[in-house]
């Protein structure tokens, strides 16, 4: 089990309870998909995804997006339990889609970069660093299957 601070709660469910959903997932998973290229793989059902513009402009990428995102509201719910919250889902990314684990982390690193950007001057380095210590145990959660 993680040891969290009362900051670090505080700071992960003031992030998540002011966080546009609608915006910050869609913005997160494009980025990921821009970025590191090599994770459209997983993503050949959603059509056009040949460069930024149309990653961006794509409604499934958008949807997908928040999706994940909202996922993480079950971590935020259950700090103290994440790697059970996510078991089912390591599960199916391992052994059903066969995501490289890397991607979780590269995933995450956007969303941190998302975050960043729409908090501005409020992103210190104190709620990053509970912000990614928060990321880092759900990254992990997500890999578990794979050790």
Not at 31 to 46: D, E, G, M, N, S
Request: some cysteine.
């Amino acid at each position: 089990m993680v040891a969290w601070t009362e900051f670090e709660r505080a700071t992960i469910e003031s992030i998540f309870s002011k966080m546009d959903y609608e915006d910050v997932g869609p913005a997160a998973l494009s980025r990921c998909l821009v970025v590191y290229p090599w994770t459209q793989r997983y993503f050949a059902k959603f059509g056009n995804l040949y460069n930024a513009e149309a990653i961006q402009a794509n409604p499934m990428v958008a949807a997908h997006g928040k999706t994940v995102l909202h996922g993480l509201d079950r971590a935020v719910k259950n700090m103290d339990n994440i790697k059970a919250i996510y078991a089912e889902l390591s599960v199916l990314h391992s052994e059903k889609l066969h995501v490289d684990p890397d991607n979780f982390k590269l995933l995450a690193d956007c969303l941190t970069i998302v975050v960043a950007a729409r908090m501005g001057k409020d992103f210190t380095a104190d709620v990053q660093a509970a912000f990614q210590k928060f990321l880092a145990v759900v990254v992990s959660s997500l890999g578990r299957q794979y050790h």
